[in-house]
């Protein structure tokens, strides 16, 4: 306004001011877009920038380094267990702890501390052994390790076997006296976590191996009668008494209360994380074995390792719950069908797995999957000469069989019977660990993202 202070001349008008602004923001675009074009003129497709082509260089460089410094020194991840009935459960927590390091060194806690710590082990330190050393995540393995890592042991962890890191599943893990077995570790940090893997465990597999003695046509009826009364851990209506009855009948079969059947939820992702993933080559020699594979022992591994050697590429399949069933009898097999494919996944001298494989070995099974040998064990669950003749009357016929000396004689059922003559150390642990279980479900669970 006119005679206020500090005002000199007309102020420009918005109009202006608007065609400025426009003016300068089209002399901008068309600037940027003849340097555009000039830039993918001249500069030759190799030489112009890309997105993520910065990082992705500086990336790559990382990735080198990285790979020259660990084939100098590895990184060393340690897990230590008992590992006693090699599960899916035990595999998948060995692959999670391989993805952590380059190197998975795997503690076995011999029988001793097992039997000190936590009660009878149902396989033997060789055994256990055994069993370990097949997984195809395991790079060495070290015998006779303590159930509670000292900082003496843990010293000799690092130093002697250049350990880096100490790994334990998200379940707890206590010794006698009630503490951490792994707090050293962590004081020290060097401690890994990783997820427990649900659905099965030692415990919960013991539970149904009791629940299979109970109606089985491998036992007599008097010996079925017994170890109903003998396994059964509580009667239907939660009680542990037996309620009393006239002399002379015969004892009530009480429901087994802490006996679970398996909770299993398979997923793709679990395929293929057990799955190697390859293909035979081209002119392989394709080596096919069946079976149920039920409660994954040394019979299985030491059948397989030599399937394995008969040729190329080793092709496992697995037959189906109702096949194992109708062949063995009622509550088996113990595993289920996608649990038995993974426990035969985890194998390292297995390349593949047919989940459902058929009882009969058909031309069309030979031909899909191009096998050059049928080969089976010595060993068998069932003795029925005309089921065998039936299953391998094709590859017979075409002179591709061939039966191999089994250079074990474990079997499942000699697993369960193992439970049976010492059923009551085995189910004082089952009572115990099945207790410690449920209390740590119900107070302490927490989220952890799988590996």
């Not at 109606?215 to 239907?236: K, P, W, Y």
């Not at 047919?354 to 069932?382: C, K, Q, R, S, Y």
């Not at 003749?389 to 016929?397: D, W």
Request: neutral net charge; charged residues 25%; proline residues 6%.
């Amino acid at each position: 306004m006119p005679g206020m202070p500090g005002m000199s001349g007309a102020q420009p008008s918005t109009t202006t001011l608007a065609l400025t602004v426009a003016g300068a923001a089209v002399a901008g675009a068309v600037v940027w877009h003849l340097t555009r074009e000039t830039y993918y003129t001249y500069v030759p497709p190799q030489y112009q920038y890309r997105p993520g082509m910065f990082t992705g260089w500086m990336a790559s460089l990382l990735a080198r380094h990285a790979k020259r410094r660990r084939s100098r020194r590895p990184v060393r991840v340690y897990l230590d267990g008992c590992f006693d009935l090699m599960h899916y459960g035990h595999a998948n927590a060995l692959r999670q702890a391989k993805a952590l390091g380059d190197e998975l060194v795997v503690g076995l806690v011999p029988d001793r501390e097992i039997l000190r710590c936590k009660g009878p082990p149902i396989l033997n330190d060789d055994e256990r052994q055994k069993l370990v050393e097949s997984v195809k995540w395991v790079d060495e393995v070290l015998t006779d390790v303590p159930y509670d890592l000292t900082p003496d042991f843990l010293h000799e962890l690092c130093t002697k076997h250049r350990i880096d890191y100490v790994l334990h599943g998200d379940d707890p893990c206590l010794l006698p006296d009630g503490t951490d077995a792994y707090e050293h570790a962590k004081k020290m940090g060097r401690f890994k976590m990783i997820k427990r893997t649900e659905g099965v465990s030692t415990t919960d597999i013991v539970g149904r191996m009791l629940m299979c003695s109970r109606d089985n046509a491998r036992f007599s009826s008097a010996d079925r009668e017994q170890l109903t009364l003998e396994f059964s851990m509580g009667n239907d209506d939660g009680t542990d008494s037996e309620p009393e009855r006239e002399p002379g009948t015969p004892a009530r079969q009480a429901g087994p209360r802490h006996v679970t059947v398996s909770r299993f939820m398979p997923t793709s992702r679990r395929i293929v994380q057990f799955s190697s993933g390859k293909s035979a080559p081209p002119g392989a020699r394709i080596v096919y074995i069946d079976g149920a594979f039920d409660l994954f022992h040394v019979g299985h591994v030491e059948i397989l390792k030599k399937a394995k050697q008969a040729g190329d590429f080793l092709l496992v399949g697995v037959h189906t719950d109702e096949d194992v069933t109708e062949r063995r009898g009622r509550h088996l097999p113990i595993m289920a069908l996608h649990e038995r494919a993974l426990s035969v996944l985890s194998c390292r001298h297995v390349d593949e797995v047919v989940i459902g494989a058929p009882m009969d070995i058909t031309e069309d099974l030979l031909t899909t999957f191009n096998i050059g040998l049928v080969v089976t064990g010595t060993v068998h669950e069932t003795s029925s000469r005309d089921s065998e003749l039936r299953r391998y009357a094709v590859p017979q016929g075409k002179g591709i069989f061939k039966r191999l000396d089994s250079p074990e004689t474990m079997t499942s059922a000699k697993l369960i019977e193992r439970i049976v003559a010492n059923r009551t150390l085995f189910e004082a642990r089952q009572t115990k660990k099945a207790k410690s279980e449920a209390e740590y479900y119900a107070t302490s669970k927490q989220y952890l993202q799988e590996i």
